[in-house]
């Protein structure tokens, strides 16, 4: 069965991560199929905290969702047979099964070769040549038939797909040759199954469901080769195209898993104590405790109706997981500007925003110089206009602004540079990304391309 995954964005967050695996979940307990809970990219410490704690495995990493030969593999189930097989039972299971093709496989699955029916056909015309030995013939079909398939598989100028390979390489491949039907292995040379032409005119699609995000930008690679099938979040409406009409739910609250959540409670699906805790950490480590402005009465509402279920204390989790993060001197430069990084588009201009949250500010402003170099580079490297670092003080509730890059005046403009520094910018009370910071800056790019 073709599983469909269910991804948050790249650098996943908490919240990403904990709605990718509970929605997982939920999907699985409410619907048909096969569902993956998979990550866009390297978990986070307080996640890999969390998921150690609650015991949870990590998602399955997914670097890219573009159609792979893997995706095209036919769905029957594969017949294959081994070396030491007789004719007389290789050609019993290929016309009990209408077979045309029939990979050979040793006993651990190791591909050895092919037969084909036109192989089979042309050994017994073969044989019989031009008709002048008709008398011998029962001779020669019982010379034939004690071979066995080692004698008359095809090992050589054979095409074979790596199940990791693109569709569009294995399109190429198939294009340029002329057999209908073409093996697939895996990295160890074991048979995954077998794709025909016919599988690549219906080009298959992965599926997916986003979770806390819906922008292109912050969607892991390939996504536009993939159906997107749902999405659930609490972000801005972005850019992304679906084909065909889907279900999106999207509401202005706190974090993605109090959506999740409320989809179990409304539905009256059990929520066991770990996956109450998984949800409360998205929605605790979203709203940063409850302090960001994005936190809304429904936020309190589940996470007290999780509480109840995880039986853990909001604060003192939220405290736990804040503290599980304070990594910041094992990190470079690059790594701790690049941890929680998402790109936004405005016409042409391309710019990003990154965000720490921590209960000790000091150790990033020792930093700063550093740390603005480092986006320097970043910004030339990716083509961003310009880049801002979030610094957030959860129990100061504020956020310092730092700006690098071509246009990050533009940034100073905005936000005001209230002179705590060169590059940096205090806001007290900021406290959300999304909220406070990506959508100003959006209206300031607005304004200045009007002008
Ligand atoms: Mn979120």
């Given amino acids: 069965m073709k599983p469909v995954y269910v991804i948050g964005h790249k650098h996943p967050d908490v919240d990403s991560i904990a709605s990718a695996i509970s929605y997982k979940v939920y999907k699985q307990s409410t619907d048909k199929g096969l569902y993956i809970a998979a990550a866009a990219g390297e978990l986070n410490d307080e996640t890999r905290f969390i998921l ?16 792979k030969v893997e995706d095209l593999l036919d769905e029957q189930d594969n017949v294959y047979v081994h ?29 050895l070769g092919l037969v084909t029916i036109g192989d089979v056909a042309m050994i017994y015309m073969d044989a019989l040549g031009d008709g002048r030995a008709i008398d011998r013939s029962p001779e020669i079909i019982r010379g034939i038939l004690d071979q066995k398939v080692a004698d008359i598989m095809r ?7 790596e199940r990791d390979e693109t569709a569009d390489e294995a399109k190429k491949n198939m294009l340029s040759t002329r057999f209908r039907n073409y093996p697939v292995v895996d990295e160890k040379n074991r048979f995954v199954g077998m794709i025909s032409r016919y599988n690549l005119l219906e080009m298959k699609r992965k599926k997916i469901i986003l979770v806390d995000h819906n922008e292109k930008s912050q969607a892991v690679d390939g996504i536009d080769e993939a159906e997107i099938i749902e999405i659930v979040d609490h972000h801005r409406v972005g850019d992304l195209q679906t084909m065909a009409p889907i279900y999106f739910r999207n509401e202005p609250v706190g974090s993605t898993c109090t959506l999740v959540a409320g989809l179990f409670l409304e539905n009256n699906i059990y929520v066991n104590r770990n996956l109450a805790g998984l949800m409360l950490s998205g929605i605790m480590s979203d709203t940063m405790m409850f302090k960001s402005p994005t936190t809304t009465p429904r936020d309190r509402q589940i996470a007290e109706e999780l ?7 909001s604060m003192k989790w ?6 599980s993060v304070n990594q910041v001197d094992k990190q470079t430069d690059d790594e701790l500007i690049a941890q929680d990084l998402k790109e936004y588009v405005s016409g042409s201009t391309v710019f990003a925003i990154s965000q720490v949250e921590t209960m000790d500010m000091a150790p990033y402003r020792e930093r700063r110089q550093a740390l603005v170099e480092a986006m320097q580079n970043m910004c030339v490297r990716r083509g961003y206009a310009f880049m801002g670092l979030m610094i957030t003080d959860i129990l100061e509730a504020g956020t310092e602004l730092v700006a690098a890059g071509v246009k990050s005046s533009l940034v100073k403009q905005v936000f005001g540079d209230s002179g705590t520094g060169e590059d940096g910018i205090f806001l007290k009370g900021v406290m959300s990304r999304k909220k406070q910071v990506v959508p100003i800056i959006y209206e300031a790019l607005r304004k200045d391309n009007i002008i």
């Fill in 155 to 161: 090992t050589r100028d054979l095409v074979l797909f």
């Fill in 83 to 111: 070396a030491d097989m007789s004719m007389v039972e290789l050609g019993n299971l290929m016309r009990k099964n209408k077979l045309k093709t029939v990979p050979v496989l040793d006993e651990d699955k190791g591909f």
């Fill in 52 to 67: 150690n704690q609650l015991e949870f495995e990590d998602p399955l990493p997914i670097e890219n969702v573009g159609t």
């Fill in 318 to 323: 939220g405290r736990e997981i804040f503290s």
């Fill in 307 to 313: 509480e109840r279920l995880s039986g853990l204390e």
